[in-house]
């Protein structure tokens, strides 16, 4: 659908869940953020509906009984698709497709719709293509049926949509040509980290659940021009600006793709590479919508999607944002993270705290060096405060003494002894 269109005339959507009895808030909690899912793609939500069950019904998801309650709903709101929080499988898209006579989806289709409506770069469509054929993949196998979705709307965009409708064997040789395109572009990428490593300065990724302020905090320090916006995922593409710290030194600031909960596995694994950023960081400053009522569920999805990358060793510096907005006596904490400021990117409250617990932290995980530099050497010390941080400087007869925080390579470099 066409985007003015869609703004004029959105889809009109039911969400529906299966829960087990006692878990009907949980539920219910992952059903508002489903809602913020489809209107982000671009719907409207015109009805929910929750079911207390012990087990999944294999055929259609929800129970029986449950099929004719939606089936009427649906005629009551004129619905035109129903999106399920859980993965379904084909056939119970079909059978609930059958049954209620309009489009189904489910939350990892909806992600990857929205996914697919946001790629720009290259590397970011290749990648929801990826992640939309290896879905598409799993879903067909052992079915011997292929998923197609028609009539356009949600769950209905991206490359790797219309690809399903062909067989298998087609998928997989997409799969295979999509891979090998992707893995030059992640080449170039790993090259340009290459540079910034080499470079010496501090690398720091920006992550966090969706919307939380990643980009509006790198927009803030650095005068970045990242779209920022009320919306789930604004972010696919990695964008690395250099800030200039109090003391002179520089540190490389990446801001990465937001998290969210159920994020579906073939999309962590198609953006690995983007989301390895992290991974290479010598910090992380995790973003948290402090005013989210559901910020501490946020903070677990977020851990648990760093250790799924394999960047749970790395420091962690905690900002809670949007200070702005909280409700009166707000107290968070988060016990992960090394170090907490609490922030309003918006009004610019706690930035300069944060920028001093960077440093902080960025000086205790770089070495440090006392020596003494001969006034002949001068220009040493140029390079040191360039590439590292110089805490004491004194002239002295036998030549000048600095303390500095410097990388043990440039140490090297500069032949410089210890004292
Ligand atoms: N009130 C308030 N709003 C903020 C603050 N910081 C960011 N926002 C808003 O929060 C929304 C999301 O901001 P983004 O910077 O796009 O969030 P993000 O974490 O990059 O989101 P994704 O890229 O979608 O993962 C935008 O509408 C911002 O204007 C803040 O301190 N206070
Ligand atoms: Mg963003």
């Given amino acids: 659908m066409h985007e003015l269109e869609q703004l004029q005339n959105p889809e009109r959507l039911v969400l529906f869940a299966v829960t087990e009895k006692g878990e009907v808030k949980k539920a219910e909690d992952s059903l508002v953020e489903l809602a913020e899912l489809a209107e982000t793609a671009g719907g409207e939500v015109v009805g929910t509906m929750i079911q207390p069950l012990e087990a999944k019904n294999k055929k259609t998801y929800i129970g029986k009984g449950k099929v004719e309650e939606l089936k009427e709903l649906i005629h009551e709101t004129n619905a035109q698709a129903a999106i399920a929080d859980d993965e379904l ?14 489009k189904v989806l489910d939350r990892a289709l909806l992600i990857l719709d929205i996914f697919a409506q946001r790629a720009t770069t290259r590397e970011g469509i290749l990648q929801v293509e990826v992640a939309q054929l290896a879905d598409g993949l799993t879903r067909l196998i052992g079915e011997g049926h292929a998923l197609s979705r028609q009539g356009g709307g949600i769950g209905t965009r991206g490359a790797g949509e219309k690809k399903l409708e062909t ?7 997409r799969l295979n040509t999509l891979c090998k395109e992707l893995k030059e572009l992640e080449g170039q990428r790993d090259m340009n980290r ?36 009320d919306k789930l995922f604004a972010t696919l593409d990695i964008t690395t600006r250099k800030l200039s710290l109090e003391s002179k030194q520089t540190v490389m600031l990446t801001d990465t793709v937001g998290f969210i909960r159920k994020l579906p596995h073939h999309l962590v694994e198609a953006f690995r590479s983007t989301l390895e950023e992290a991974v290479v960081a010598d910090l992380i400053i995790h973003v948290v919508d402090g005013a989210n009522p559901f910020e501490e569920k946020h903070r677990q999805v977020v851990y648990e999607t760093l250790a799924q990358i394999g960047a749970d060793k790395i420091p962690v510096l905690t900002v809670f944002n ?3 907005i909280w409700p009166e006596n707000t107290i968070l904490r988060d016990d992960m993270a090394e170090a907490t400021v609490y922030a309003s990117v918006k009004t610019g409250e706690g930035l300069a705290e944060l920028l001093a617990k960077i440093e902080e932290i960025i000086r205790r995980l770089k070495p440090y060096i006392c020596t003494t530099i001969s006034y002949a050497d001068g220009q040493k010390i140029d390079f040191i405060r360039r590439y590292g941080q110089v805490v004491v400087e004194e002239y002295r ?12 390579a440039y140490i090297q470099k500069l032949d410089l002894k210890r004292e």
Wanted: glycine content about 6%; hydrophobic content about 35%; cysteine-free.
């Fill in 89 to 102: 499988s084909p056939s119970q898209i079909r059978n609930l497709e059958e049954e209620l006579g309009i």
């Fill in 322 to 324: 949007k200070k702005d």
């Fill in 397 to 408: 007869e036998d030549g000048i003494y600095i303390e500095a925080y410097l990388e043990e």
């Fill in 194 to 229: 290459e540079i910034r490593k080499k470079q010496g300065f501090p690398l720091i990724a920006i992550v966090g659940y969706t919307n939380a302020g990643k980009s509006s905090l790198l927009n803030k320090l650095t005068e970045a021009d990242v779209l920022a916006e």
């Fill in 167 to 173: 067989d298998r064997r087609h998928i997989r040789s």
